[in-house]
């Protein structure tokens, strides 16, 4: 209800920018996730998981903003993970499908034969921003305004590292989303006339509330595609 007005009236704003140049606008971010979204809500039942395993690319966003509208938790993984970090994530989310990139295909075929949750392995092409093309129909799309999501809604699920056993999953709600939003805009007075940096993986929560309140701002979001010390300072 906040986000899509905001790229509706700015339709040819930028809205994603990485370090290489690459970039996505308002109405692009919008058209494309409405197209996903309606691919999505025709085949996963509302309120199922669907994970997401992929670098920092623009099809993140795009899946976030789609499962926002159709009401589906994206669990996000890190796309570096073992096969056994891998299996135990899509089985304790009960993942539906996961989105991936080509070169953990074999990872996630494999894992689906462990998972019996998972229906569906979804490779993204590799041209960005549209590596999710042959998951949408040109000509079909779903209306994100239609069924906002409550502040109750678990909107994404998160992963520990695993580093001192096995994964733990922890659901955020839409709400808290909002509240990030909400405090960090009031607290340093942010505007849209500001810039955020994102120096993080995609996968990270962080990212997406700092995704989020640029969106709400109308102010461009700026993102490494790895992070670096060095170039983050430059």
Same mark, same amino acid.
């Given at each position: 209800?906040?986000? *899509?007005?905001?790229?509706?009236?700015?339709?040819?704003?930028?809205? #994603?920018?990485?370090?290489? =140049?690459?970039? %996505?606008?308002?109405?692009?971010?919008?058209?494309?996730?409405?197209?996903?979204?309606?691919?999505?809500?025709?085949?996963?039942?509302?309120?199922?998981?669907? $994970? *997401?395993?992929?670098?920092?690319?623009?099809?993140?966003?795009? #899946? +976030?903003?789609?499962?926002?509208?159709? =009401?589906?938790?994206?669990?996000?993984?890190?796309?570096?993970?073992?096969? &056994?970090?891998?299996?135990?994530?899509?089985?304790?989310?009960?993942?539906? +499908?996961?989105?991936?990139?080509?070169?953990?295909?074999? /990872? !996630?075929?494999?894992?689906?034969?462990?998972?019996?949750?998972?229906?569906?392995?979804? #490779?993204?092409?590799?041209?960005?921003?549209?590596?999710?093309?042959?998951?949408?129909?040109?000509?079909?799309?779903?209306? %994100?305004?239609? $069924?906002?999501?409550?502040?109750? @809604? &678990?909107?994404? #699920?998160?992963?520990?590292?695993? &580093?001192? =056993?096995?994964?733990?999953?922890?659901?955020?709600?839409? =709400?808290?989303?909002?509240?990030?939003?909400?405090?960090?805009?009031?607290?340093? @007075?942010?505007?849209? &006339?500001?810039?955020?940096?994102?120096?993080?993986?995609?996968?990270?929560?962080?990212?997406? +509330? /700092?995704?989020?309140?640029?969106?709400?701002?109308?102010?461009?979001?700026?993102?490494?595609?790895?992070?670096?010390?060095?170039? !983050? +300072?430059?």
């Amino acid at each position: 209800e906040t986000l *899509v007005p905001v790229l509706l009236e700015k339709p040819h704003a930028v809205v #994603i920018q990485f370090e290489d =140049g690459a970039s %996505l606008t308002a109405e692009a971010l919008l058209a494309r996730a409405e197209q996903f979204a309606a691919y999505v809500s025709k085949r996963v039942p509302r309120g199922t998981p669907i $994970a *997401v395993a992929m670098g920092n690319r623009a099809e993140f966003f795009i #899946i +976030w903003l789609a499962l926002l509208g159709t =009401g589906h938790p994206m669990v996000n993984m890190n796309p570096a993970l073992t096969q &056994t970090e891998a299996e135990h994530m899509l089985r304790d989310s009960r993942s539906a +499908w996961v989105l991936a990139e080509q070169q953990t295909s074999q /990872l !996630f075929r494999s894992a689906q034969t462990k998972c019996p949750d998972l229906s569906e392995v979804l #490779i993204l092409g590799e041209q960005e921003p549209d590596g999710l093309l042959a998951f949408c129909d040109e000509d079909d799309s779903f209306d %994100l305004l239609s $069924a906002p999501p409550s502040i109750h @809604d &678990t909107t994404f #699920i998160t992963y520990t590292s695993g &580093t001192t =056993g096995m994964p733990k999953g922890c659901a955020h709600l839409q =709400g808290e989303t909002c509240r990030y939003v909400d405090v960090v805009g009031r607290l340093y @007075d942010l505007r849209s &006339t500001d810039s955020f940096l994102n120096p993080l993986q995609f996968f990270y929560g962080d990212s997406i +509330w /700092l995704f989020a309140l640029s969106l709400k701002l109308g102010a461009p979001f700026v993102s490494m595609r790895k992070f670096s010390v060095n170039r !983050f +300072w430059s």
